[in-house]
C-alpha cells in the first residue's frame, strides 16, 4: 500500500513551493529456504512515514532555477531520517541542460 499527497502553490512570480506526505506499508509472507536469513514467523511487515517541502527558486527564468528541499522518513529499520537536496539547473541555450 502506498498513499502520497502532495500540493504545489507558488510564492510570489519566482518561487515554485511543493509539499507533502506519504505512507508506505509492505506486508510480506515468506517462505525460509536457508538457514541463514532467519525471518520470525515468516512474516515481514514494515511501514514507512515520510513529508518534504521544496522550494524552486528562479533568479533568472527560464535560464537558472536553484532548488532546495527537506525529506523527513520515519522507518522501522533506522528511525528518524532527515535527507536534505540541494540543485541548480543553468540553461545556456534552448536545447542545453548544466
Do not use: M
Request: hydrophobic share 40%; charged share 20%.
Amino acid at each position: 500500500l502506498d498513499l502520497t499527497a502532495q500540493h504545489p502553490f507558488g510564492l510570489g512570480a519566482r518561487n515554485d513551493v511543493i509539499w507533502g506526505a506519504g505512507y508506505r506499508w509492505i506486508g510480506l509472507q515468506l517462505n525460509q529456504r536457508t538457514p541463514a536469513f532467519g525471518v520470525p514467523r515468516g512474516r515481514l511487515q514494515e511501514q514507512l512515514f515520510s513529508a518534504f517541502v521544496q522550494d524552486e527558486f528562479k533568479p533568472i527564468p527560464d535560464r537558472l532555477s536553484l532548488t532546495a528541499g527537506l525529506k523527513v522518513e520515519h522507518n522501522d529499520f533506522t528511525g528518524l531520517e532527515f535527507q536534505p537536496s540541494v540543485r541548480a539547473t543553468f540553461k545556456p541555450a534552448g536545447n542545453q541542460t548544466v
